[in-house]
């Protein structure tokens, strides 16, 4: 290996800095430590000059590590890294640090202090050069398909930008027809059209207005060059890696052949069997070959095989006039391999006969808001009339209960959110329909905070819908009326009220779509707390997973709206886009690596690792060790701090750099006070460090800044190391816990403080020179007051006593 | 024979024989054995947890700890008792801290509790231990005609997370044990609603007026009797019936029977043998269609 | 009452003792959907007593108007509410903590005065007198078994139950 060469490169600031800062005390100082060949000084090293300096000397070959101290270094270190980079030097010999932020201006009323801090920051970062090893970059494949599985709105909305986009897609659908919940719906809200139309395929633009929404059947959608779709379909099993996902699909059969079949309806008028429509809350019947709703996508029957006599009867044989029934067909297994993978499953209703109080089981006259939504339907079991199903008899008085299972911590905490607006679109469609219709809403607290949704409620409120602010306890049924009677405090006017109602209609909770854990099982997928798939950042990140190449759409992460699920349809087809568009991921080895010599059987990191990166493989001496996918690992190193035989290191921060920086961090005080470490994650805990100083907040120059990836790296004995050469006391700086960029990291890190403060009372040490901090960016404020009392705290512990004997 | 450790409580010893005579005779006759303990006290019902909430809790407990030194479950008669005793059995038994608690508490009276006990209605050991199957086969005199009105009370059912009696909207554990008697169960109004009881001494009008709304609504279905577990609820049904006489000049001449002493007829045992005289509203109706 | 206007009768934390007693743990997570008061059977026929209110008032710091009036002591005990409330508020069982501060506060219902002591005296809240006993073996019932009353004046003493006869006696 080349002798090590560290050139280090002196920014001022347009002498802003000299003002405070000593700089030719710190250039005679760094001009003696060893290794350093090159000292240049200049008002600022991130452009112009001064970076054309650090390309000059690595060009020259004279220096083959740099050490920049640079104001505002997340923003300059890119520049840096990068230019230096073109080079030819590996980006990862560079050393970027914050003179300014993280020294000059938080300790400017002690200039002398602060020098002998930038000294000691300087030999950090410098002996952190030295040990500093390149890192070579990876490239994966990525394979130019997608898989999105859900024929829903958002399903299908991602797959026409995609296909748009002109990558190959493969659309599964586990029902026979597509359009999901929307096709069901009828209408949305805030428009009151149709619900089942998208915005059309790209080729359509050509021919109609690039403005057009269209209907799905007339959309194109079916026709599009580069789309599979599968309907009647579910997904077996998926493996393999991002980029590069082997899927394994069941498609049952459909026992029509889709080429053949012309839409009679032949085999539907002669088919003897008919069962409840559950498509349309069974409110009318169909037959065992049947078909949803015209214009439904693939426009073919299909045959129900729970409730088909086959051969037995066979009459739709018979009479199809192109041999289009196929009793003998097969479940067919088909095999893809895909880069990308969209979840577009969605939800549905709650099954509301959980709440017993409402008898939905039991009281044919109590229905559900999607099954009125099929009687609104023109094309429904009712032609658009509202009736009671107990007799078919036209509903005159309805009663809406909102909230049913929904805010509900029996059942489902949260606020379905849409409710609001699906009861208030049904009560305003017939009303105006039929405006003799009686309606009430029964509601806790009206939601309705979208664009025009307002005008909704205010539109109902004007039709002469009532509103009553109260949750009924119970729905009874007069025994010899059948009439429903809602049981209801009007809470406003603090009085009773037996609301006598035809029909009662609940809204109920909307929650994941049926098969979604075990979905989430087959795609290691995570779900949250209400059983939804867990987006990987609720706030940035609203459709991508913690696993690269899969992402969320739709209702599938939360019950949504049109408007917000085509949001979400679009933002997930441009992740997919931009996942696939290279055909390869370019990727650093910025990865933990593992001493197989050391490793051994006792699997703590594989369950530890936010990513699943980690894998146990067999070797020859048939004990197990801890594999890493350079393609799955971030780089946190919760693993290292996880690893009870130190056999885990980063590649870009291994042990002996940290130690190194540690040492020479608390080699130099230059204060009166007692040097403190304080360990910061390279997120949260260091930008919280900029921030003060960027706000110019004062904190005593004992406090030096050590920044490792995350707090999850912490390993005990570090801890201990860091008092033994010298500091006296240690902060951790971490993210707060649920906002950790690596996951669990920050929790890691508590735990890890609080066992280390075990072992120092053990060892006579104080506990109290060991605590964490958990911060954000913006709360600088806080790092400079964990600062100033945690050296106060020191100043009245006294010095570390083991200390001086040792 | 299944032994339990009898739960008397305060009101069923002092007040109604009938019921306590009853059950000793019935579970007897279906192979309960009814161990009675000493220095067993009130079980801290609601208006005790009104005054003070943790000495209720420890006061139940202190009874659960008897049970346990004597190894044996317990079984109570009282709905009252089963809610206080068991709600506590279970409260404790489910929070670690909250059993510290208490057996700090118990301590001043030489007890701790373990949780190693059940408590269990009396309806919950003929359904359980004895069986539908076996009760039918007991039956001699069945009560073919008779229309039995169930009122559960309040207690046995709810809190249902705690107690976990029955679907406390949809229970069928009475009704099974009355039709298994032979008797018809009748269906009524706001059936699973309070009688009101635990009124009567604060304010004997709004009780009144609850337990006069069971009657309306059990006459309205053509109940031949009311069947109680309670004997707060008995108290407010079948003495309350006299008030509501008084106050409201109503005379609905319902029969209240607990349902331990339709179980003893519907087993053979003499109703001379059972005390029914003690009921305010004659019971003749119901034994003249039963005999 | 007019919130604010009598700052004196209105305390803030009173919605935070309430949480932190037995049985009232629960009282913060109301949102006021009134099931709790369509499930009340007393409700229904008074105006003296709605659970929604009781609730309300008790987080809103109106400490007084709770504990002093007639409303808590009206509650039956049926747990309708508590078994239907969406948002699992105890409802039931923050009456009973409401109930318990009020007694230590000196608001005690004769009824429950009478119960304390018969509790105190015998262990039993219904006495068991020589003519009952008399029948009870009349009617071949068993001769009943002793109470464990100074066991339970030791569990009435740690816990200061029986503080309540003193502020009894305080008010009297």
Excluded at chain 1, 147 to 167: E, K, P, S
């Amino acid at each position: 290996m080349d002798e090590v060469k560290v050139g280090v490169f002196l920014s001022d600031c347009g002498n802003q800095l000299s003002k405070i800062l000593d700089f030719n005390a710190l250039t005679a100082y760094v001009k003696n430590v060893s290794g350093v060949v090159l000292i240049e000084r200049n008002s600022e090293f991130w452009r112009g000059d001064g970076l054309q300096t650090i390309v000059d000397a690595v060009k020259g070959r004279k220096i083959n590590r740099v050490v920049v101290a640079e104001s505002l270094p997340k923003l300059s270190e890119v520049n840096i890294v990068q230019t230096v980079e073109k080079t030819g030097l590996n980006p990862y010999l560079v050393e970027v640090i914050d003179l300014k932020d993280h020294c000059a201006w938080p300790h400017r009323e002690t200039p002398q202090e602060a020098t002998e801090k930038a000294k000691a920051m300087l030999l950090a970062a410098i002996e952190r050069a030295k040990l500093l090893e390149p890192i070579e970059k990876l490239e994966f494949p990525v394979l130019k398909s997608a898989l999105v599985i859900g024929g829903g709105i958002a399903g299908m909305q991602t797959a026409v930008d995609l296909t748009d986009l002109g990558f190959e897609v493969n659309l599964v659908e586990k029902a026979p027809f597509l359009g999901g919940l929307a096709a069901r719906a009828g209408r949305f809200f805030p428009t009151d059209d149709c619900a089942i139309c998208i915005q059309p395929p790209a080729s359509d633009v050509k021919t109609i207005t690039h403005t057009s929404r269209k209907c799905v059947y007339r959309s194109g959608f079916s026709e599009i060059p580069n789309l599979n779709i599968l309907t009647n379909s579910k997904i077996v099993s998926v493996e393999g890696v991002p980029g590069n996902y082997k899927v394994t699909i069941e498609k049952k059969p459909r026992y029509v052949n889709e080429l053949k079949c012309v839409r009679c309806d032949l085999c539907t008028t002669i088919c003897p069997v008919e069962v409840p429509d559950e498509y349309n809350a069974k409110l009318k019947n169909r037959k065992a070959i049947y078909m949803n709703i015209p214009n439904v996508h693939p426009p073919v029957y299909v045959i129900d095989d729970s409730v088909c006599k086959f051969n037995d009867c066979a009459k739709c044989v018979d009479v199809c006039p192109t041999d289009a029934i196929e009793l003998n067909q097969k479940s067919e297994q088909i095999n893809l391999n895909v880069g990308s993978i969209i979840v577009a499953t969605g939800f549905q209703e709650y099954d509301s006969s959980i709440i017993k109080e409402y008898h939905y089981d039991d009281y044919p006259n109590v229905i559900t808001n999607l099954a009125l939504a099929r009687m609104i339907d023109g094309f429904g079991p009712t032609g658009g009339v509202i009736i009671r199903p107990s007799d078919r008899k036209t509903a005159k008085k309805i009663v809406m209960i909102q909230c049913v299972g929904s805010r509900d911590r029996r059942y489902n905490p949260y606020c379905s959110s849409i409710c609001c607006m699906i009861s208030l679109k049904h009560a305003s469609l017939i009303k105006s329909a039929y405006p003799d219709t009686d309606i009430t809403i029964c509601y806790i607290d009206i939601r309705t905070t979208g664009r025009e949704h307002e005008h909704y409620y205010e539109r109902a409120r004007e039709m002469g819908i009532k509103f009553v602010k109260g949750r009924p306890t119970e729905i009874l049924r007069d025994p010899e009326t059948g009439r429903l009677i809602v049981d209801v405090e009007d809470a406003l006017l603090k009085k009773f009220l037996e609301l006598d109602a035809d029909l009662v209609v609940l809204a109920p909770a909307m929650v994941p779509a049926e098969g979604t854990k075990e979905l989430a099982e087959i795609l290691g997928l995570e779900l949250d707390e209400d059983r939804f798939f867990k987006e990987y950042n609720s706030k940035l990140r609203p459709t991508e997973t913690k696993l690269r190449g899969i992402y969320l759409c739709g209702g599938a992460t939360f019950p949504k709206d049109a408007p917000t699920t085509s949001l979400h349809a679009h933002s997930a087809a441009v992740k997919a886009a931009k996942f696939l568009s290279t055909g390869k991921i370019v990727k650093d080895q910025r990865t933990a690596i593992v001493n197989e010599e050391y490793c051994g059987d006792c699997e703590f990191c594989p369950v530890t690792c936010p990513y699943g990166a980690i894998s146990l493989v067999s070797t020859t001496e048939e004990h197990l060790v801890a594999r890493i996918s350079d393609l799955l690992c971030e780089g946190c190193g919760v693993c290292v701090g996880t690893c009870p035989l130190n056999a885990i290191e980063l590649r870009h921060s291994r042990p002996n750099q940290m130690l190194a920086q540690m040492k020479a961090l608390m080699s130099i005080n230059g204060t009166s006070k007692p040097l403190v470490l304080a360990i910061c994650c390279s997120e949260c805990g260091h930008t919280a460090v900029d921030s003060a100083g960027m706000a110019r907040m004062q904190y005593p120059a004992n406090v030096r800044v050590m920044k490792v990836p995350c707090t999850g790296i912490l390993q005990v004995h570090q801890v201990l190391e860091a008092f033994k050469v010298g500091a006296q006391g240690v902060m951790v700086v971490g993210c707060k816990s649920d906002g950790c960029h690596y996951e669990v990291g920050s929790q890691k890190a508590e735990k890890k403080v609080e066992l280390a403060k075990m072992l120092l009372k053990e060892y006579g040490i104080e506990p109290e020179r060991l605590e964490m901090f958990k911060m954000v960016f913006i709360e600088g404020n806080k790092f400079a007051e964990a600062a100033q009392m945690i050296t106060e705290r020191l100043e009245k512990l006294g010095p570390l006593q083991l200390m001086r004997g040792s | 024979m299944t032994s339990y450790a009898i739960f008397l409580g305060c009101t069923i010893p002092a007040r109604q024989p009938n019921y306590e005579l009853s059950a000793r005779k019935a579970l007897a006759k279906l192979g309960i054995e009814l161990i009675d303990l000493a220095n067993m006290t009130c079980c801290a019902p609601p208006p005790i947890q009104s005054i003070n909430l943790e000495a209720s809790l420890a006061i139940a407990a202190y009874n659960i700890c008897l049970a346990e030194e004597a190894d044996l479950n317990l079984i109570t008669l009282c709905t009252g008792c089963f809610e206080s005793l068991s709600i506590a059995n279970t409260m404790l038994k489910a929070d670690k801290q909250l059993k510290a608690k208490i057996n700090r508490i118990l301590s001043q009276a030489g007890k701790e509790f373990l949780g190693s006990k059940e408590v269990k209605h009396y309806l919950q050991v003929v359904t359980d231990d004895v069986g539908l199957e076996r009760l039918k086969q007991n039956v001699s005199k069945p009560l073919t005609n008779l229309k039995v009105a169930a009122f559960y009370g309040c207690h046995a059912l709810r809190p249902s997370e705690l107690l976990k009696f029955d679907d406390p909207e949809r229970p069928q554990i009475f009704e099974s044990l009355i039709e298994t008697l032979g008797a018809k169960n009748v269906e009524y109004r706001n059936k699973l609603k309070c009688c009101g009881g635990l009124l009567r001494g604060y304010s004997d009008d709004l009780a009144l007026n609850m337990a006069r709304e069971k009657l309306v609504n059990t006459t309205k279905a053509g109940a031949d009797c009311i069947a109680t577990l309670c004997p707060f609820c008995f108290v407010a049904l079948d003495i309350g019936q006299m008030q509501v006489k008084l106050k409201f000049n109503e005379i609905y001449d319902m029969p209240v029977l607990h349902y331990s002493e339709l179980l003893a007829l519907a087993l053979g045992i003499d109703p001379e043998e059972l005390a029914l005289k003690t009921h305010k509203i004659k019971v003749d109706k119901v034994l003249n269609k039963i005999i | 009452m007019e919130y604010g206007k009598e700052e004196k009768t209105t305390n803030l934390a009173f919605s935070k003792v309430v949480t932190s007693r037995l049985g009232g743990e629960t009282i913060s997570l109301c949102y006021q959907c009134g099931t709790c008061a369509s499930s009340c059977p007393v409700a229904k026929i008074t105006e003296r007593f709605n659970p929604r209110e009781v609730i309300k008032l008790s987080l809103l710091g109106e400490k007084n108007e709770v504990i002093s009036g007639d409303a808590i002591w009206l509650c039956c005990s049926c747990y309708n509410c508590q078994e239907r409330c969406p948002q699992k508020v105890e409802i039931a069982d923050v009456i009973y903590a409401l109930r318990n501060i009020a007694l230590e506060e000196g608001y005690i219902p004769n009824i429950y005065s009478e119960f304390a002591s018969a509790l105190l005296n015998d262990g039993r809240i219904v006495k068991v007198s020589k003519f009952v006993e008399n029948k009870r073996s009349v009617l071949g019932l068993p001769p009943l078994q002793p109470t464990g009353v100074d066991a339970l004046r030791k569990i009435l003493s740690a816990t200061g139950f029986d503080k309540l006869q003193q502020k009894e006696e305080e008010s009297e």
